[in-house]
């Protein structure tokens, strides 16, 4: 029997190769979202996150989060917009998968420091880093939502090439054997859907990178 997963925020390019790698894998995919479909799955309700209720999303396999928000006003949206997914998947067995970022990984093994603290990180990215960061920390308290928090690694390439290998890791940023921290789109899409596949990182974060 296919999976039944919904992808939220379905628009965007993350959520697109999620979806394609999904469809192609078999998968049964609704995809939500505010403008008129853009994407490959086989179901598509035009409706705005906050506007989702417990009702729309029940019976699926999984619900991925990919929401995303960049301008400086819209940035509290992390925060609110995870909330309101945990709210209404609260007691389910529905798994919450979030496409999450890499500026929370931490870069020692005390997990006091991350790699947005870091002198080389972009000062323009920090409001964001820090935005996704405090949603982070506030599902870490939600024991009532089988949630699993991926981040993608340092360099995340919305154009890079598909090699269908990857590194699976922890909290921590980890580099690949050429000491790089770097994956595509497609292959973060293919650790997305093997964890709702066969992966049971419950209240997790993990982290990806190219093999």
């Known amino acids: 029997m296919s999976k039944k997963i919904a992808v939220v925020a379905a628009n965007g390019r993350t959520a697109g190769k999620v979806i394609e790698e999904a469809v192609n894998r078999g998968f049964d995919v609704t995809g939500f979202g505010r403008k008129d479909n ?50 209404i998947l609260s007691g389910t ?35 964001l880093a820090n935005a996704m960061a405090k949603a982070l920390e506030e599902l870490r308290e939600r024991k009532d939502v089988k949630w699993t928090y991926i981040s993608p690694a340092g360099d995340f390439q919305a154009d890079g090439e598909r090699t269908g290998k990857y590194i699976l890791a922890g909290e921590e940023l980890t580099l690949n054997s050429r000491n790089e921290s770097i994956i595509s789109y497609a292959d973060y899409a293919i650790a997305m859907v093997d964890e709702i596949e066969k992966g049971n990182h419950i209240q997790q974060r993990i982290s990806v990178v190219r093999a």
């Open 38 to 87: 853009n994407t490959k799955a086989q179901h598509y309700v035009k409706k705005d996150l906050f506007d989702l209720t417990a009702e729309d999303l029940k019976g699926f396999d999984a619900v991925v989060d990919a929401f995303g928000a960049w301008t400086e006003e819209t940035l509290p949206l992390h925060s609110t917009s995870l909330k309101h997914l945990c709210d």
């Open 93 to 127: 067995d529905t798994r919450l998968l979030i496409v999450g970022g890499a500026g929370s990984l931490y870069v020692n093994k005390e997990h006091t420091a991350q790699v947005a603290d870091g002198p080389e990180f972009p000062d323009s990215f920090k409001p």
